[in-house]
């Protein structure tokens, strides 16, 4: 642990011990922990692409306290209104000013990781790094450390949320570049049902480090639909973690969006550990510029007859860099699992490059598991039937990128989430206007 | 209006096409016949402009204008359609909408103003009826999950929507059952117009007693053997394709 980078988070640590005093044990445990891992390098294989020396090079510190009420108003504009969801925006990491009364849906709890880190710490220390294991992780560790707040939310076994809940994670940085903690906890109960729908967005072109961890449980039959549109500043460092723990005959399915961010990694791990847990995770990443996204996932088939379907895609233009790892691990005695995993890649242009990687690893004898990874062109079948169709060749090729993406968002079931990214997509993508045309 | 002259056609270096005449004048349904391999598709492509082929000799003028130098979305614009021998699959970009697209493109081209959505709409229902396309078909993308039959159905309602002044039909047949081809043979036949032309390039008979042709050409090798009136269509479908080629060798 030499790195005067990684040296600067320690650093972190030393001046603000105080923050979430309840869970001191934890967060010091977690930064031994940090301490002996010290960021990853290159020379480990999951992060043999993805190179955290330039995130380390800026000196970030953790944002100030209190996010002013401007940042706040600013950053409820990217969310969907009380009307549509139960909205809950942090600003900088804490609970936003003007949302201390949260919104309460019948069967659900839902309240501030540092409230509930006072008066219920068993709560939070119960689940707090259950699944999103520090060791060997290091960002982990560093936000269980450093976390400042997020959502600690308990859906009631049986409850059938209709409303969305909606986690708005706004940053909004001031000059210096600055480094935000989340983490959320979040438990579905027997046979509840649920929408959780996170976003990342931050102030256009500024610079900061998000660093987030979300643990979610689902008791036997729940079933959580889970959205997280990360649309962080083109300027701004995001990493994730995602771990998941499946109950049986539990459904879990998660759409996971990438457009924003100059370096992205996310971690999703899915433990599917008993029999007919049902893990679906799809996932649409767009990068152009300079932008790297690095998708690692890990799906834990524990006990038999799970299944999970994994479908990821990506779109790449300029010197822009994807990374997919898809990871399947199917345990000695999960018989009659069904795993079947997808990752396709567009490349807009030569100087992008995406490195995917499925990674199967089959310790059962009766199983079904299939994989395909495809990185291409568009398809001259499909630009030549659109041409004969009197559409110009730009807009062909416009139109079948946008669809290329649009089999991601399409399908999604909430529609809010669905049509808003069906416009942030067409944004993202060359000719934006010619699209619309082809919308509703 | 279409007149193609000693047209030479070669993919990846061989040539397929080996010096074709032909003229089509408005109002004409011509078929072009043959065999499997003969180059029928290759000159249904030349024609709408796909890459990858390269005329080495001859030209093709379309209303007086040199067709090759158009791109595809241009001759498209000028009244040129094909129906795909295999129509595309292409998820995610709506039927509807696509054909919306292209008939707005058209009618920009030639400076007229675009058709609304309710407008749209009417023509879209009527030629729907004409071809007996059901709405479920319309509301998906364009040809994913749709039967043999019903691809080149919508080929051929796409074609009806847009009215073009050249239609070229690659073996719009194959794969119908008896009853769509009556109604697929309709919808062309509706077509038939004075300013109109429609090539229907084909190797059974059959939809011949649907779309009665004025001239029947044979394509074989790369070369038209044979031209004459729809009787030679019955020829052909009496005795194979041989006989016009041994009357050409001889
Ligand atoms: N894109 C292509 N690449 C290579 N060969 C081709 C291509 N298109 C056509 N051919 C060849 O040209 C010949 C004529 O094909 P085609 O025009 O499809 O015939 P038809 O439609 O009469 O059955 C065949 O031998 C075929 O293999
Ligand atoms: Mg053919």
Known sequence: MTEPAAQAFLEEFERDPGRLDWLAPERRAAIEIYR??????????????????????RRFRAASLAPAAAASAAASGHG?????????????????????ALPAPSGARIRSLAEAAGTEPARVTEQLGRHAADDGRAFVALNTALMSDGAVIDIAPGTDSQKPLHLLHHCAPGNAPAAVYTRNLVTVGANARATLIETYTGVAGSEYFMNTVTEIELGPGAALEYYRVQQESLAAFHVGSLAVRQERASRFHSFSIDLGGLLVRNDVDVRLAAGGADARLDGLYIAVDRQHVDNHTRIDHEQPQTRSVENYRGILDGRARAVFNGKVVVHKNAQKTDAQQSNANLLLSSNAEVDTKPELEIYADDVKCGHGATVGRLDED???YLRTRAIPEATARNLLTFAFADEIIRPMPCRMVRDRLEHSVARTLPGAAVIGEFMQ | MLSIKNLHVSVEGREILKGINLEVRAGEVHAIMGPNGSGKSTLANVLAGRDGYTVTRGAILYRGRNLLELPPEVRACEGVFLAFQYPVE??????????KAALNAIRRYRGLEELDAVDFLALVRGRMQTLKMSEDLMSRSVNEGF??????????????VLEPSLALLDETDSGLDIDALRIVAEGVNSLRSGERAIVVVTHYQRLLNYIVPD?????????????????????LEKRGYDWVKEAAAA
């Not at chain 1, 002996?36 to 090079?57: A, C, F, H, I, M």
């Not at chain 2, 292409?90 to 054909?99: D, E, R």
């Open chain 1, 36 to 57: 002996k891992l010290g960021l990853p390098n290159p020379r480990q294989e999951s992060w043999k692409y993805t190179d955290v020396r330039l995130l380390t090079r």
């Open chain 1, 382 to 384: 499909m630009l030549f």
């Open chain 2, 215 to 235: 001239r029947v050409h044979v394509l074989s090798g790369g070369r038209i053997l044979r031209s004459g009136g729809p009787d030679l269509a019955l020829e």
């Open chain 1, 80 to 100: 969907y209104g009380s009307e549509d969801c139960h909205e809950i925006v942090f600003v900088n990491g804490r609970l936003s000013a003007g949302n201390e």
């Open chain 2, 147 to 160: 039967s043999g039959g019903e691809k080149k159905r919508n080929e051929i309602f796409q074609m009806a």
């Open chain 2, 90 to 99: 292409i998820p995610g970009v709506n039927n509807v909408y696509l054909l």
